[in-house]
């Protein structure tokens, strides 16, 4: 994950991991530490362009892609 830059697919910049202002976190969820917010932003950042009803691809497909453990995903998931 460190290291990502445009040239390595990733157009946009990290984000903070900070939510907007009155958005709360979903009922029952722990508060992400940085690098699962930033990896949970990147991930959401690509389903924004997505059709509706498309899916995720596999856990690992996501890990290799953002070079992370699958505990790492399951985290950003969550």
Sequence with gaps: ????TAAAG?????ST?????????APGARPATGAT???ADRIAAALV????????PRRSALARRYNV???EIDAAIR
């Design 10 to 14: 990733h157009d946009h910049p990290p």
């Design 49 to 56: 362009h997505r059709e509706p009803g498309w899916r995720l």
């Design 37 to 39: 917010a930033v990896l």
């Design 69 to 71: 453990s699958l505990t």
């Design 1 to 4: 994950m460190y290291g990502m």
């Design 17 to 25: 991991g900070a939510r907007p202002r009155g958005e709360s976190p």
